[in-house]
């Protein structure tokens, strides 16, 4: 199944569209709408990372499934999303006899029948704060949701977001969500969005090559600011993604490492250390805020928010 999209040729085209739309708008021609996709402040991003590092220093030191730190990710997430105007659903599910969560947030407004979805797992591992593996993913998609209520968007599809649980135990909160869709519902989503590690501190830019509509979507930002993409390929259906792709449903993200080491020819093009692992913190007790690149972060944020806006408009 493909994602059919209206698109617009590049991130650096909408620019140059927005730019004519105020000259002419000046010169007092009707004003004509263009809905750019917002700069995601990386300060924001990063401040929703402060507070999850500390929600898991005051919680043992992780935001693992079943502890109390993960809730504890989860109520700070939700009372942002609240405050912004989503209906917020808590879905619960039991793995190796604890209890997990996700968190799914609607944006009221556009046609049901055709849900974008963009989502990241909430959990992290025991062994540490989680804050690229997968407080990067899940901080991201939550100042881009907040971002659609700061900017009242209206767009043609329903927008619905998703931080999920035990992604770190198999995916269970993923597959859960997805085995309990009906049918129908199932039908109704016309993309998934994964983002999963997207601050790793020696970074990659990786994007999924699943389905061809969002891969074009996400190649189109970086062409924009001229960085070059690679397709995704450590350890591929290995994150929140999978469930949906199984189910028949269109699926696409971004990644910028974990353990696999980045060679000389990646290091000559993003930059970084060759011979050296993307995430050298990567399900250790170092994945704290010391672990993130700043650039990565950004451009990962600003490149999730434009696919959210060009795929549902
Ligand atoms: N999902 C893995 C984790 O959370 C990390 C990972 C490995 C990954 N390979 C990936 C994520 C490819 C996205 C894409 O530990
Ligand atoms: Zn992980």
């Known amino acids: 199944m493909k994602l059919s999209v209206t ?32 700069n995601i402040p990386v300060a924001n991003v990063k401040a929703h990372l402060a507070q999850l590092q500390s929600i898991a220093t005051a919680n043992g030191g992780n935001r693992a499934h079943g502890r109390t730190g993960y809730k504890a990710s989860l109520d700070y997430v939700q009372a942002k999303l609240n405050a912004a105007g989503f209906t917020t659903t808590v879905q619960q599910f039991t793995s190796g006899g604890r209890t997990g969560y996700n968190l799914i947030a609607d944006w009221p407004g556009g046609d049901t029948g055709q849900v974008v979805m963009a989502g990241s797992h909430l959990d992290s591992v025991t062994a540490g704060a989680g804050i690229n593996d997968n407080g990067s993913g899940s901080a991201a998609v939550l100042e ?8 009242q968007y209206q767009p043609t599809k329903h927008l619905r977001f998703a931080w999920w649980g035990a992604e770190e135990l198999g ?18 989503i016309s993309g998934y969005l994964n983002f999963d590690m997207i601050g790793s501190p020696n970074p990659g830019y990786f994007v999924y090559d699943d389905d061809p509509t969002i891969e074009k979507t996400f190649q189109a930002y970086y062409a924009g600011i001229g960085v070059s993409t690679e397709i995704e390929t450590e350890g591929d259906g290995r994150s ?11 699926v696409g993200g971004l990644f910028s490492g974990a353990d696999y080491i980045k060679t000389a020819a990646q290091a000559a093009k993003w930059g970084g250390t060759a011979g050296l692992a993307f995430d ?8 704290t805020t010391s672990n993130i690149n700043d650039t990565a972060l950004d451009r990962n944020s600003d490149a999730l928010a434009y696919a959210v806006w060009e795929l549902s408009s």
């Open 7 to 38: 698109g617009r040729a590049t991130a650096a085209a909408v620019v140059a569209a927005v730019t004519l739309l105020t000259t002419s708008s000046i010169a007092g021609a009707a004003p004509a709408r263009v809905a750019a996709a917002p």
């Open 171 to 188: 995916m269970v909160g993923s597959r859960y969500y997805v085995s309990r869709l009906s049918t129908t519902d199932r039908s109704r």
């Open 280 to 287: 050298r913190c990567y399900h250790s007790s170092c994945d």
């Open 144 to 151: 881009a949701a907040l971002a659609v209520s700061r900017a």
């Open 240 to 250: 929140d993604h999978a469930p949906f792709d199984s189910a028949g449903i269109p």
